[in-house]
């Protein structure tokens, strides 16, 4: 067990439509990541925050923004879905910024 | 910008066979270099790390040395058990932007066979 929660497990939505992503941090750990995960693209990199301040963007389209709330928890939302959406998202938390990142069993999106 | 290649998979082994795969990375500055493993219905773990060049990290039979004059960090592990198979992420930190974000490979998946 990482210690890092992510809800809910599974997620079948339809195209359109908007859904939330949770992610509860190890106690302590003040950096949440994103990762999403697909079959052609690997893993990728969204974002990061740290302390509820964005830190870095990477490949996260304009349909799909994040938060980190006072209580360090994170939020992932996805709006507009596509088919291509589908994916595992993963999310991550670590102490610090050298690269040792603890991860949720992940969010299933499927898009139909 | 960084990057990350591993060798394609699937690595079909017996039980008890040598592994390699294969990790070659691009970045800009000194970045650390990582294994993670992914076992199946489950998120990844951190197998090893080394943060400089020359370091070697071990974890649990496999090891990977940093080569700064190659840019690369090959896993191996002596002799393999059905236990290893798994998905295998070779990954990288910092550099010359240090947020602790990780860059993965994308993935090797290795099968063990008794």
């Known amino acids: 067990d990482s210690g890092v929660t992510q809800t809910p497990k599974h997620l079948i939505t339809a195209t359109g439509q908007r859904v939330t992503l949770r992610c509860s941090p190890r106690?302590?750990?003040?950096?949440v990541y994103w990762y999403q995960q697909s079959l052609d693209q690997g893993l990728q990199f969204l974002i990061h925050y740290y302390n509820g301040e964005e830190r870095a963007k990477g490949n996260i389209l304009e349909r799909f923004s994040a938060q980190q709330f006072p209580d360090l928890h994170s939020e992932l939302n996805l709006s507009s879905l596509e088919l291509g959406d589908s994916a595992l998202y993963f999310c991550?938390?670590?102490?610090?910024?050298?690269?040792?990142?603890?991860f949720g069993s992940g969010t299933q999106l499927s898009v139909l | 910008g960084n990057s990350v290649t591993q060798m394609e998979g699937p690595v079909t082994l017996s039980e008890e066979a040598f592994l390699t795969i294969n990790c070659t990375y691009t970045?800009?500055?000194?970045?650390?270099l990582f294994w993670y493993v992914q076992y199946p219905g489950e998120g990844l773990q951190l197998l090893l790390k080394a943060t400089k060049a020359d370091d070697k990290g071990s974890n649990k039979g496999f090891e990977a040395t940093y080569r700064k004059e190659t840019t690369s960090f090959h896993l191996e592990k002596g002799s393999v058990q059905v236990s290893d198979s798994a998905v295998y992420f070779c990954?990288?930190?910092?550099?010359?932007?240090?947020?602790?974000?990780?860059?993965f490979g994308q993935g090797t998946t290795l099968q063990v066979k008794p």
């Open positions: 970045a800009t500055g000194y970045p650390s």
């Open positions: 990954a990288l930190s910092g550099g010359s932007s240090n947020t602790g974000k990780l860059i």
């Open positions: 991550a938390s670590s102490v610090d910024a050298q690269g040792r990142l603890f």
């Open positions: 106690s302590g750990d003040l950096s």
